[in-house]
């Protein structure tokens, strides 16, 4: 068996290189250890009838252009927009939304503070504003953080026309600020800030006041797949239906995907690539994208001292941080859980949107200090989302599939995350829903318990981390993996990097599937290299801002 190109990993990055190469007329062959496709963005029938999202399980930051590019709604793409997006419980049965709608949210919000209810519109142009420049920067070869900075300041300077108020100026530092600070720069109310605050600390292991916490939160900030700026969505069907759609589109092209075949070596004489050994045989190719962790692809699938890795560059992989912060629960369930009593006129609201069991900054900040000590929190946050009330077709007929996303689950759970903890968390999780459903324990028929130990396990991710690598701010842009990998090349001829721990990072976006398949075509001499100049950052701004 012999290839153009081997594409390592059968995730949603692993599928967007591939169709992107095949689409420029390589032939490709995408390997994938699972039984199935679409690595933390799918959803496998683990129960019978039921799609189960034992990962990723909302969708906004997938590259539109990309979706675009491969046709993706024309082949079936669905999307079902969250509306209200996000809930959170505040106590004593009052509740706080956001809204696809600005008026909506702030409407909602005058109801707590009218000072807080102006700030958030400021609020919502300041991050818009942000969004639209990164937007460019991620999907083009990354820069350091100095030169992202540079080139906004001195973009911002010419188009001075556009108005964001005050805080052009504070951008640099917004960026690399505490969410927590910046939140209170903004809003006097507690509620308000509790509504906000997930987004700077989700799948990592942060507080709300940890430096660069805020570059976490405009990460999620970004999404506009569904065409408004911040909204999330279910896939009709599951998450895993985007993975299957563009995968379909793959095999339109000719790649052809291979299921349960685990690569076991890189095959590397004299500096460069020659194939890959996948389950006990030998299948040649020119050139490969490895889009599983970095670290896995090269220390060890690649024997490193035959291929003359430099010592610095394997010191630097070592030294990378990746500490799952986060476990899901998966319930399935014969009817809804009820509200408590003083709930209920919120049920429509809740099941409809993320329901969260954060009341207040406060509340994070202890759910992190107590994991740091413990390892699990014993009053986490979690993210309640139950796709099969607004899409059924993710659940048999007569049932309910919810997803319970809880933060904070250390990786390095003291026990080594044995039965006991497991069961700790359990308890934990339904203890905390106790306070705001009458019989969320009792309802539950069927559970997944999934852990950073599992997610390590079933994905190749070492330490458990949803994003492969902390989003940290020594480990983002042109430090993502390491400063030597991070234009999705290797030292090693042939060999791309193009999974989540490259530029732009976690989350289901298809940009380093995206970004590494065109670092190939560039080299290959099919594409004309690009580069991130300020006049076409300046121009790339504008398009956004003013949709022309």
């Given at each position: 068996?012999?290839?153009?190109?081997?594409?390592?990993g059968?995730?949603?990055?692993?599928?967007?290189?591939?169709?992107?190469?095949?689409?420029?007329?390589l032939?490709?062959?995408?390997?994938?250890?699972?039984?199935?496709?679409?690595?933390?963005?799918?959803?496998?029938?683990?129960w019978?009838?039921?799609?189960?999202?034992?990962?990723?399980?909302?969708?906004?930051?997938?590259?539109?252009?990309?979706?675009?590019?491969?046709?993706?709604?024309?082949?079936?793409?669905?999307?079902?927009?969250?509306?209200?997006?996000?809930?959170?419980?505040?106590?004593?049965?009052?509740?706080?939304?956001?809204?696809?709608s600005?008026?909506?949210?702030?409407?909602?919000?005058?109801?707590i503070?009218?000072?807080?209810?102006?700030?958030?519109?400021?609020?919502?142009?300041?991050?818009?504003f942000?969004?639209?420049?990164?937007?460019?920067?991620?999907?083009?070869?990354?820069?350091?953080?100095?030169?992202?900075?540079?080139?906004?300041?001195?973009?911002?300077r010419?188009?001075?026309?556009?108005?964001?108020?005050?805080?052009?100026?504070?951008?640099?530092?917004?960026?690399?600020?505490?969410?927590?600070?910046?939140l209170?720069?903004?809003?006097?109310?507690?509620?308000?800030?509790?509504?906000?605050?997930?987004?700077?600390?989700?799948?990592?292991?942060?507080?709300?006041?940890?430096?660069?916490?805020?570059?976490?939160?405009?990460?999620h900030?970004?999404?506009?797949?569904?065409?408004?700026?911040?909204?999330?969505?279910?896939?009709?069907?599951?998450?895993?239906?985007?993975?299957?759609?563009?995968?379909?589109?793959?095999?339109e092209?000719?790649?052809?995907?291979?299921?349960?075949?685990?690569?076991?070596?890189?095959?590397?004489k004299?500096?460069r690539?020659?194939?890959?050994?996948?389950?006990?045989?030998?299948?040649?190719?020119?050139?490969?994208?490895?889009?599983?962790?970095?670290?896995?692809?090269l220390?060890?699938?690649?024997?490193?001292?035959?291929?003359?890795?430099?010592?610095?560059?394997v010191?630097?992989?070592?030294?990378?941080?990746?500490?799952?912060?986060?476990?899901?629960?998966?319930?399935?369930?014969?009817?809804?859980?009820?509200?408590?009593?003083?709930?209920?006129?919120?049920?429509?609201?809740?099941?409809?949107?993320?329901?969260?069991?954060i009341?207040?900054?406060?509340?994070?900040?202890?759910?992190?200090?107590?994991?740091?000590?413990?390892?699990i929190?014993?009053?986490?946050?979690?993210?309640?989302?139950?796709?099969?009330y607004?899409?059924?077709t993710?659940a048999?007929?007569?049932?309910?599939?919810?997803?319970?996303?809880?933060?904070?689950?250390?990786?390095?759970?003291?026990?080594?995350?044995?039965?006991?903890?497991?069961?700790?968390?359990?308890?934990?999780?339904?203890?905390?829903?106790?306070?705001?459903?009458?019989?969320?324990?009792?309802?539950?028929?069927?559970?997944?318990?999934?852990?950073?130990?599992?997610?390590?396990?079933m994905?190749?991710?070492?330490?458990?981390?949803?994003?492969?690598?902390?989003?940290?701010?020594?480990?983002?842009?042109?430090?993502?993996?390491i400063?030597?990998?991070?234009?999705?090349?290797?030292?090693?001829?042939?060999?791309?990097?193009?999974?989540?721990?490259?530029?732009?990072?976690?989350?289901?976006?298809?940009?380093?599937?995206?970004?590494?398949?065109?670092?190939?075509?560039e080299?290959?001499?099919?594409?004309?290299?690009?580069?991130?100049?300020?006049?076409?950052?300046?121009?790339?701004?504008?398009?956004?801002?003013?949709?022309?």
């Open positions: 068996m012999k290839y153009d190109v081997v594409v390592i059968g995730g949603h990055n692993g599928l967007v290189a591939s169709c992107y190469l095949a689409l420029h007329g032939k490709v062959g995408l390997f994938e250890s699972n039984s199935f496709l679409g690595g933390m963005a799918s959803t496998p029938s683990l019978s009838g039921f799609r189960v999202p034992v990962g990723a399980y909302v969708l906004s930051i997938f590259r539109s252009e990309i979706a675009r590019d491969l046709g993706l709604f024309e082949r079936g793409l669905k999307l079902i927009p969250k509306d209200p997006g996000m809930t959170i419980f505040l106590g004593r049965g009052r509740v706080l939304s956001s809204w696809s600005l008026d909506k949210t702030v409407k909602e919000i005058e109801k503070s009218d000072r807080d209810a102006r700030s958030y519109v400021e609020w919502s142009k300041l991050w818009g942000i969004a639209d420049i990164l937007d460019y920067l991620y999907l083009n070869p990354p820069l350091n953080l100095s030169e992202v900075l540079d080139l906004a300041s001195r973009a911002l010419l188009a001075s026309h556009v108005r964001i108020g005050g805080f052009i100026e504070d951008i640099p530092r917004i960026l690399i600020s505490p969410a927590s600070r910046i209170n720069e903004f809003f006097e109310s507690e509620e308000v800030k509790a509504l906000l605050v997930e987004d700077a600390v989700v799948g990592e292991l942060v507080a709300p006041s940890s430096i660069g916490s805020s570059l976490v939160l405009v990460h900030y970004m999404g506009n797949i569904t065409g408004v700026r911040g909204q999330w969505a279910y896939v009709a069907g599951g998450m895993g239906r985007l993975s299957e759609i563009i995968a379909d589109r793959c095999r092209l000719g790649v052809d995907i291979h299921l349960n075949s685990r690569v076991e070596e890189i095959i590397v004299n500096g690539v020659l194939g890959v050994k996948v389950n006990g045989r030998i299948v040649e190719s020119r050139f490969i994208i490895s889009t599983i962790d970095a670290r896995v692809a220390l060890k699938l690649v024997k490193w001292d035959e291929a003359e890795l430099d010592k610095t560059i010191r630097k992989l070592r030294s990378l941080k990746s500490i799952g912060a986060s476990s899901k629960i998966i319930v399935a369930t014969r009817s809804l859980p009820k509200l408590r009593r003083e709930y209920e006129e919120f049920t429509d609201r809740i099941y409809r949107s993320s329901a969260l069991t009341d207040s900054v406060e509340y994070v900040e202890n759910a992190y200090r107590e994991a740091i000590v413990k390892g929190s014993s009053k986490p946050w979690i993210s309640i989302n139950t796709q099969s607004l899409d059924p993710v048999p007929e007569g049932w309910h599939l919810i997803s319970l996303f809880i933060q904070y689950t250390r990786y390095d759970e003291p026990s080594g995350w044995s039965e006991e903890s497991r069961r700790r968390l359990i308890d934990y999780t339904f203890n905390v829903l106790g306070e705001y459903f009458e019989d969320f324990s009792v309802k539950a028929e069927k559970l997944l318990v999934l852990t950073p130990k599992d997610y390590e396990v994905f190749n991710a070492p330490g458990g981390h949803i994003f492969h690598l902390s989003m940290s701010l020594d480990q983002v842009w042109a430090y993502r993996p400063l030597e990998l991070s234009k999705y090349r290797t030292p090693i001829r042939g060999l791309y990097l193009g999974g989540s721990s490259s530029h732009p990072g976690g989350g289901v976006t298809g940009a380093p599937g995206y970004l590494s398949a065109r670092s190939l075509l080299d290959l001499g099919i594409l004309k290299p690009r580069r991130v100049s300020l006049p076409s950052l300046i121009l790339g701004f504008l398009k956004r801002r003013f949709r022309f």
